[in-house]
């Protein structure tokens, strides 16, 4: 049987930045297993690599902070570039009651240190991106320092700074049991590859996190959300650095990636007999491009790349919100699940906060009390803006 000091399962973005900063802190008996064969294989590479520290609880903002800050010195550390572009983030609202909410939440994101998010007017709106349709349009909010970031190459760079460290990383291989050790002393895995002994183990399966606790006996609020993106074929009327533009009533999001359109619009889908289904719905094509089409009208003139438009999934809790810490009622068990569609621009930040607890007995560097897996049976959610 091999063993390891912790056992990651999940190796996306999340899980490599857990390994990185555990080996970082000395830990060298770190193991990694990915059910995907190739890295990447999972969410991260379906990301469309958005960063924002707009949002609208205090906990978010200040995990999009430390990424941020992380993510300035990403290369120096890691020796790879993270490719984030500080193209802003741009929020319009056509609504009295949307522009509202915008505007409030800026008075947590001033209260955690982003302030230079800022409220604009209808003609800001046009200047910072001038292809918007005006009709309607009450205003926003703009934060120049949000941007754009490559998901495959911050995972990349976790997974070689881990593996420098003596981390190890096998793919292919999927969890197929779990057995607690008793006293404390861990866990015991079946894996496709054989048995594992693990002093500690972290849960960093994404949208396969509930399956994954459910093996430990553990029940998470964790469930599969399926995203779809629309690709236009290459399209010069719009430029790469375009900030990302979401109409905050429907939405409906855009931005330019390889002089390429990324159309996103995160509706509602029926319910599937397979939720992890990634089959695309030409439906939903066909409602974003009518979005697209009344909100950037140049964008009548783009034609779509069917071969290039996928489907990945989020991994949704109830109130769009991280678990991270120590799972309830299983020793040396640790959740790091449940980003709602955060977790590439929060996995710096994740990564180094679970090591944290995983060592430390608690986190440090942030009070991370408003992510902690018990808060759903305590009756304490998060609350913030729908949009945000």
């Known amino acids: 049987m091999r063993t390891a000091e912790v056992v990651i399962v999940g190796g996306g973005v999340v899980g490599a930045s857990v390994a990185y900063h555990l080996a970082a802190r000395g830990i060298r008996e770190v193991l990694v297993l990915e059910r995907g064969a190739r890295p990447g294989a999972g969410s991260t590479g379906q990301a469309t690599g958005g960063f924002r520290a707009q949002f609208g609880t205090r906990v978010n903002v200040l995990l999009s902070l430390l990424s941020r800050e992380k993510l300035l010195r990403f290369e120096e550390e890691t020796g790879v570039d993270p490719c984030f572009r500080q193209c802003g983030y741009l929020f319009v609202a056509r ?16 209260e955690c240190g982003l302030a230079e998010a800022r409220a604009v007017d209808v003609e800001e709106v046009a200047r910072l991106n001038p292809a918007v349709n005006l009709e309607g349009v009450r205003g926003g909010v703009f934060c120049p320092s949000d941007g754009f970031i490559r998901p495959l190459e911050i ?27 008793g006293h404390g002393r861990g866990w015991d895995l079946s894996t496709t590859a054989g048995k594992v002994s693990a002093g500690a183990l972290v849960n960093a399966a994404g949208a396969w996190a509930a399956g994954a606790a459910r093996l430990a006996g553990v029940e998470i609020p964790v469930v599969p959300l399926r995203r779809q993106v629309a690709v236009t074929r290459p399209f010069d009327l719009l430029p790469e650095e375009m900030p990302m533009t979401i109409f905050a009533g429907d939405g409906f999001h855009l931005r330019v990636r390889d002089g390429r359109v990324l159309l996103l619009w995160p509706d509602q889908p029926q319910a599937a007999a397979d939720p992890f289904d990634l089959s695309f ?5 066909s409602e974003v491009v009518r979005r697209a089409h009344a909100s950037v009208p140049c964008l009548k003139g783009a034609e779509i790349d069917r071969g290039a438009c996928w489907a990945g999934l989020y991994e949704m809790t109830p109130d769009r919100h991280a678990l991270l810490g120590r799972a309830p009622a299983a020793e040396n068990l640790y959740l790091v699940n449940g980003s709602s569609g955060h977790g590439v621009m929060h996995s710096p930040a994740l990564g180094q906060l679970l090591a ?14 408003p992510l902690r897996p018990t808060r759903f049976a305590e009756g304490e959610p998060n609350l913030g803006p729908e949009f945000l």
């Open 155 to 181: 995972m990349r760079g976790y997974a070689l700074a881990a593996t420098r460290l003596g981390a190890r990383f096998e793919y292919g291989v999927a969890l197929e049991g779990l057995r607690a050790q």
């Open 356 to 369: 944290e607890v995983i060592l430390d007995g608690a986190a440090h560097t942030l009070d991370v009390h």
């Open 95 to 110: 609504g009295a009651g949307e522009l509202e909410a915008l505007v409030s939440a800026q008075a947590v994101q001033r």
């Open 281 to 285: 719905d030409e439906e939903w094509l």
